[in-house]
């Protein structure tokens, strides 16, 4: 992600943030500029170590894990967890609702992750749920197979 496309999302971010009460702090900023210039999932020991390199020293476990959890609370990231890791929401830096359905694709070769929002795959979840007795509120899909690039090399 470009230096300027990356500063507004951090910026909308900070709004979407303020705008329910919240507040981004520096930190959680940098935290979640660090997921965004990741390019792919990112885990919270390789976040702990981009910040030693960012803020010239150590940041301890926990506080990284706090704010993943606020980023995580906001709906401005999610996590994977076939692969611990994190990555941006899609969606979020949309304006959208950060409760959207969401599908992860993850190739089993090379680890890319492609975000979906189906809508489609949401309502079939709701209807088994339904069948089987059970309300669903909220549900995650990770799915793992082939990206195109590794299928077709």
């Keep these: 992600m470009a230096a300027v496309a990356t500063e507004q999302t951090l910026d909308a971010a900070e709004a ?7 507040q981004l702090t520096p930190l959680r900023r940098l ?7 990741a390019g792919q999932p990112v885990g919270a ?13 150590a940041a301890a476990p926990p506080t990284v894990y706090r704010a993943l959890d606020f980023l995580l609370e906001q709906g401005l990231i999610h996590k994977v967890e076939r692969l611990n890791a994190f990555l941006p929401c899609i969606e979020a830096h949309h304006g959208h609702d ?24 949401m309502h079939a979840l709701e209807e088994a749920a339904r069948r089987a007795g059970f309300r669903l509120e909220r549900a995650t899909v990770e799915a793992e197979g082939l990206c195109a690039a590794c299928a077709a090399g």
Excluded: M, W
């Design 16 to 22: 979407q943030c303020a705008a329910r009460g919240a």
């Design 31 to 37: 935290v979640l500029r660090l997921v965004l210039e």
């Design 45 to 57: 020991y390789a976040l702990l170590d981009r910040l030693k390199t960012e803020r010239g020293q």
């Design 98 to 121: 950060h409760h959207h359905p969401h599908q992860f694709l993850i190739c089993r070769n090379c680890g890319r992750t492609a975000e979906v929002s189906d809508h489609a795959v």
